[in-house]
């Protein structure tokens, strides 16, 4: 069976993208359009890894990594945000500081999604 990731993000085109991607890439993905619904949605269906973005309405993806880092606290997060504008960039390391284990601003390339997925799923070497 595939490792498992949620993405969640409340432009649609974006999360498709994403998700086209990581299934491109071998992985099983469902996704949220905002923070509730990916919370909820990781209660019933938890994954290996969670992509969230930060601003989003209805639980904003700061939101998402306090509440998972509460009870899954070696859960693997990557923290998006972007387009340009000064405060989604600020909002990263906001994001790394509460417990994202990777930032990405938009727009980045798939291939950097998935080197940071790859290495956040892959276990050390003993």
Same mark, same amino acid.
Not at 32 to 47: H, K, S
Not at 99 to 123: C, E, H, W, Y
């Given at each position: ?34 923070? /509730?619904?990916? #919370? ?8 290996? *890894? +969670?992509? &969230?973005?930060? %601003? ?32 989604? /960039?600020?909002? #990263? ?8 284990? *990777? +930032?990405? &601003?938009?727009? %980045? ?18």
């Amino acid at each position: 069976m595939p490792q498992q990731i949620m993405v969640i993000d409340d432009v649609g085109g974006i999360r498709q993208l994403l998700c086209d991607g990581l299934n491109a890439a071998g992985y099983g993905v469902c996704m949220a359009a905002n923070g /509730q619904q990916g #919370l909820a949605l990781f209660l019933m269906q938890p994954t290996d *890894l +969670v992509i &969230t973005d930060i %601003f989003m309405p209805e639980g904003d993806g700061l939101e998402v990594i306090r509440s998972l880092r509460k009870t899954h606290p070696t859960l693997p997060i990557i923290a998006i945000s972007g387009d340009g504008r000064l405060p989604h /960039q600020m909002m #990263l390391p906001v994001a790394k500081a509460l417990g994202a284990n *990777l +930032v990405l &601003t938009k727009p %980045f390339r798939m291939r950097d999604l998935i080197t940071s997925v790859k290495q956040l799923l892959t276990p050390p070497a003993v």
